[in-house]
């Protein structure tokens, strides 16, 4: 059946390229295809609530360099509780059906991480006309080469790790970055090979703590009177357990992770007697304009995910392979988390170029 009215959505934290996306599905939707298309406020927070408002061309007009999402998003919102480990029906779920019918919805777009994505793929067993797009700063979906929102962040990790670079040798210290990507290692392996990361901690190759002193001390044995350390916000040492910042009880995903970054500040000072000092990067690296990559990422992305609805391919996210854009189910997509493997050709490259994992 033609599509009529397509919804889209954007859950999660926000990212880079959400805008672009958006933009390009209204419009390839509109111009191709005579769809109408409705913009769902607050990601699934708007499904459930109803709250949703006609986009055209017009109103996608300019956002394509804009940081944030037009839609608002929502990392709590859930039309499922979570039980076991498993989405299960609720009232919302009933509240969520009902506007995509009150609506008229032939097809929705949820553009999302994991959270939003996994929701999406049960959803599809009820309702069966859902489309994915993945995007999220921490590049840890798995069936996809790269996420939108990606190198923006690593982007702005570099440009940090440049600056934190002079200040760290003016005054002889060491510099610790810490950054964002959950349990996957992926902005600190990539942020820090493009911006020069001395010692590079991530969640995926446990460190020993003597093994990261012992990389400073080498490098001062060596002349260098200053290093910089990136360590991923979800890097732990061997046999220890995350860092939890904070946990937010009505979110899906509850577990805020930070403050290894200190940490290991406080253990390199007192093990090697060099002056640390610690910079958290935050939510700094999902702000700002998409970078020309992740435009182009995300606008072939929406393009892609129109094309596949109107040819009937629900239950699909689609994927980047090489330079192609491909459907892949949902459920696939969803049921692990991409993360970096020791044996990775960018971490034996990190080492080739000196850098310690602490390993
Ligand atoms: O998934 C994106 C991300 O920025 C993670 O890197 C980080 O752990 C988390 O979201 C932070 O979530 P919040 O915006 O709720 O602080």
Redesign the pocket.
Request: one cysteine or more; charged letters at 30%.
């Given at each position: 059946m033609p599509i009529k009215r397509a919804g889209v959505l954007t859950g999660?934290?926000?990212?880079p390229g959400l805008n672009a996306a958006v933009r390009a599905i209204t419009r390839k939707g509109i111009l191709d295809y005579s769809w109408e298309v409705i913009g769902i406020q607050d990601g699934y927070e708007g499904l459930i609530e109803g709250q949703a408002r006609p986009l055209t061309s017009d109103d996608v007009a300019n956002i394509l360099p804009r940081g944030g999402t037009i839609l608002g998003t929502s990392?709590k919102a859930s039309p499922f509780d979570l039980r076991d480990g498993k989405e299960v029906e609720t009232e919302r779920t009933k509240k969520a059906l009902a506007n995509i019918d009150r609506w008229g919805l032939d097809a929705l777009f949820c553009i999302g991480?994991?959270g939003t994505l996994t929701i999406a793929a049960k959803l599809a067993e009820l309702w069966p006309n859902v489309i994915g797009l993945p995007k999220?700063?921490?590049n840890?979906l798995r069936c996809t080469d790269q996420t939108f929102g990606f190198d923006t962040a690593c982007a702005f990790v570099t440009d940090a790790l440049d600056r934190l670079h002079t200040t760290a040798d003016a005054h002889h210290r060491v510099m610790v970055v810490e950054v964002?990507?959950?349990y996957a290692g992926w902005?600190a392996l990539e942020g820090g090979l493009a911006g020069g990361g001395d010692v590079i901690l991530i969640p995926e190759m446990p460190f020993s703590r003597q093994k990261v002193i012992s990389a400073i001390e080498e490098r001062s044995a060596r002349g260098k009177r200053s290093s910089i350390v990136v360590v991923s916000?979800?890097a732990h040492a061997a046999g220890e357990k995350h860092v939890v910042d904070s946990v937010?009880s009505d979110?899906p995903d509850p577990i805020?992770?930070?403050g290894i970054g200190k940490h290991v500040a406080t253990f390199i000072e007192e093990g090697t007697g060099h002056e640390s000092r610690v910079a958290v990067l935050g939510?700094m690296?999902?702000g700002g304009s998409p970078s020309f990559y992740d435009r182009v990422l995300a606008t072939g992305c929406g393009t892609r995910a129109a094309e596949l609805a109107a040819e009937g391919m629900f239950g699909n996210m689609v994927a980047l392979r090489g330079k192609d854009l491909v459907p892949v189910p949902l459920g696939e997509a969803t049921c692990s988390l991409k993360l970096v493997t020791p044996d990775h050709r960018l971490v034996t490259t990190a080492k080739a170029v000196g850098a310690s994992f602490g390993i």
């Open positions: 999660g934290g926000d990212c990392n991480g994991d999220t700063i921490d840890d964002m990507g959950r902005i916000e979800g937010v979110s805020r992770l930070g939510h690296q999902r």
